[in-house]
T-cell receptor, first 113, second 114 residues
Framework: GNSVTQMEGPVTLSEEAFLTINCTYTATGYPSLFWYVQYPGEGLQLLLKATKADDKGSNKGFEATYRKETTSFHLEKGSVQVSDSAVYFCALSPSSNDYKLSFGAGTTVTVRA | SAVISQKPSRDICQRGTSLTIQCQVDSQVTMMFWYRQQPGQSLTLIATANQGSEATYESGFVIDKFPISRPNLTFSTLTVSNMSPEDSSIYLC???????????FGQGTRLTVV
């Protein structure tokens, strides 16, 4: 079946530091890949997504590239802010029109001023 | 975007009782999904609810424990039956936006069973 393995946290960084959260997946066919974010006290929000190999998703300074050869979708941001403190979830869906999502364990990121 | 309202936002329940969680969407959607997030763990899909048909349950989840209703295209309920402390979790409703671009999530229902 489909599964997502995500770097476990928690991760604590200083402002303006570089952030990477590793995510690898196991899936058949052509899954779509997502990063969701959960800010303190808020619901899950889509951060970015990619629907095919070599696609790069980007939003709010975050980027992730769909690497089929390494089955990875690592999240990166070059300079984090305190407001980026949140829990980040990597997820996949079996295809671009199927939103039954498989989630990774989640990574708690804390950015200190 | 879809706006999802879940009720209740939290509850503390006695073991052996049942709780029904409501999910209301501000637009018509074909598919609605129910997830569980146990303490310190990730989200796990419980079932998919389509209007006019029985819900489809994932491995490890059964209708007797988690009955689901989907009376129309904007509303669904999930019942957690005969609760035990192991059912203490956050339960989330999710919908796709019908344009195959994004899934939206409710704020979740934080359930504590004592």
């Amino acid at each position: 079946g489909n599964s997502v393995t995500q770097m476990e946290g928690p991760v604590t960084l200083s402002e303006e530091a570089f952030l990477t959260i590793n995510c690898t997946y196991t899936a058949t066919g052509y899954p779509s890949l997502f990063w969701y974010v959960q800010y303190p006290g808020e619901g899950l929000q889509l951060l970015l997504k990619a629907t095919k190999a070599d696609d790069k998703g980007s939003n709010k300074g975050f980027e992730a590239t769909y690497r089929k050869e390494t089955t990875s979708f690592h999240l990166e941001k070059g300079s984090v802010q305190v407001s980026d403190s949140a829990v980040y979830f990597c997820a996949l869906s079996p295809s671009s029109n199927d939103y039954k999502l498989s989630f990774g364990a989640g990574t708690t990121v804390t950015v200190r001023a | 975007s879809a706006v999802i309202s879940q009720k209740p936002s939290r509850d503390i329940c006695q073991r052996g009782t049942s709780l029904t969680i409501q999910c209301q969407v501000d637009s018509q959607v074909t598919m609605m999904f129910w997830y569980r997030q146990q303490p310190g763990q990730s989200l796990t899909l419980i079932a998919t609810a389509n209007q006019g048909s029985e819900a489809t349950y994932e491995s490890g989840f059964v209708i007797d424990k988690f009955p689901i209703s989907r009376p129309n295209l904007t509303f669904s309920t999930l019942t957690v039956s005969n609760m035990s402390p192991e059912d203490s979790s956050i339960y989330l409703c999710s919908v796709d936006n019908g344009r195959n671009t994004e899934a939206f999530f409710g704020q979740g229902t934080r359930l504590t069973v004592v």
